[in-house]
């Protein structure tokens, strides 16, 4: 007579880390170019320069950190000052120049109606021949504020981008599995499974247009369902395999075996 019952062998628990998940390459490409635009425009808001103009010179003095140094003209050379909007599509400014007899000096680069402002008051200034004056450009503060917002949200984004590469943590106990995710340094509140449940480790391959070959390792449970084991699919590497390999080692080691039991006839 043949009886069957289940192994009551135990094999020490095991953990294992899945990961780390590459971030993709695209999004960091486009947050480093928003950092970069962000920090540009909140340099262009906070530029601003004076115009200091004495009996004998004018001392043109920027204030911003890829500032061209100072200017400085003979103030009886000094005409006035010019406006010129640019045709360039990429950068549609106006530049403000100092008329200093036979040759004009470009001191800044701006929007029209900071440039016109500007040239109204150093102009109305030299009509009224006072002796000393001083005409501020002054910054955009609204301009700063936008690139500081959109730097932060930039910052936001790399932020999540770097949270979501994170490991998955598997523990592999004598009848369950537990799952957590592993961000930061610190691990997430767990999944439990149980071994019984747990049909196999397969890979899922995914295949299309805008990623030719990516793939993830998930369980296959009893039920049918597949649980994967990351977020997203991820860039092809020998690790996927290897996991897939030493998980389904460490599944069949505690999944209960039927051991068969021989007992003599009487």
């Not at 109606?113 to 609204?142: I, W, Y």
């Not at 030719?212 to 590497?237: C, I, K, M, Q, Y």
Request: hydrophobic share 40%; with cysteine.
């Amino acid at each position: 007579m043949d009886n069957y019952r289940s192994s009551e062998n135990i094999r020490p628990d095991r953990d294992f880390e899945y990961g780390p998940f590459p971030a993709a390459r695209s999004n960091l490409i486009i947050i480093a170019v928003g950092l970069v635009i962000g920090l540009g425009v909140v340099i262009e808001g906070l530029s601003e320069g004076r115009l200091s103009c004495g009996p004998t010179h004018c001392n043109w003095r920027p204030r911003h950190w890829f500032s061209a140094g100072s200017k400085t003209v003979e103030r009886p050379l000094l005409r006035g000052v010019t406006t010129q909007r640019r045709k360039d599509v990429d950068n549609p400014k106006t530049e403000i120049r100092l008329d200093a007899g036979p040759q004009t000096v470009l001191i800044a680069n701006t929007t029209s109606r900071r440039a016109l402002a500007f040239r109204r008051t150093v102009n109305d200034a030299l009509a009224k021949s006072a002796p000393t004056f001083t005409a501020t450009l002054p910054a955009q503060r609204g301009m700063a504020y936008a690139g500081l917002a959109g730097i932060l949200i930039c910052l936001g984004v790399l932020i999540f981008t770097l949270g979501r590469r994170g490991t998955v943590h598997v523990h592999v106990g004598p009848r369950t599995v537990a799952i957590r995710r592993r961000r930061w340094g610190r691990l997430g509140p767990a999944t439990e499974l149980s071994t019984v449940d747990i049909a196999g480790v397969e890979l899922d391959v995914l295949k299309d247009r805008d990623n030719p070959f990516t793939v993830r390792v998930v369980l296959e449970l009893n039920d049918g369902t597949r649980r994967p084991l990351s977020a997203h699919h991820l860039p092809p590497g020998p690790y996927h395999e290897a996991f897939r390999e030493e998980l389904s080692h460490a599944l069949e080691s505690v999944r209960p075996r039927a051991r068969r039991v021989v007992t003599p006839d009487v």
